[in-house]
Nanobody
């Protein structure tokens, strides 16, 4: 049974930082973090492929850093300079990509974690 176990998250003031972690029961070509704010669609935040190449949504570039642990099934999202608009439920996701590439599109991810709440107050 595939499992993605998330940890981290919480509540911080604007300008603060948080770190999310995700441990997967297997390794996957594509892993990443998506988030969903109330009343909004789920969006891809950052993804990483099996070669370590990362892709970020424009709104988090320069503030968030996605990395893998020494065990390649572990994922970390360091979130700095947090803004109120970063508030939402953050989901770890894993999948096999499409055509040999990974995308920040949720339909290409087969497995999802339970979610970790991130709240940033102004």
């Amino acid at each position: 049974q595939v499992q993605l176990v998330e940890s981290g998250g919480g509540s911080v003031e604007a300008g603060g930082f948080l770190r999310l972690s995700c441990e997967a029961s297997n390794t996957y070509m594509c892993m990443g973090w998506f988030r969903q704010a109330p009343g909004k669609e789920r969006e891809g935040v950052a993804i990483i492929d099996s070669n370590g190449r990362t892709t970020y949504v424009d709104s988090v570039k320069g503030r968030f850093t996605l990395s893998k642990g020494n065990a390649k099934n572990t994922l970390y999202l360091q979130m700095n300079s947090l803004k109120p608009e970063d508030t939402g439920m953050y989901y770890c996701a894993a999948g096999y990509g499409f055509g040999g590439f990974c995308y920040t599109v949720s339909k290409f991810y087969n497995y999802w974690g339970q979610g970790a709440q991130v709240t940033v107050s102004s």
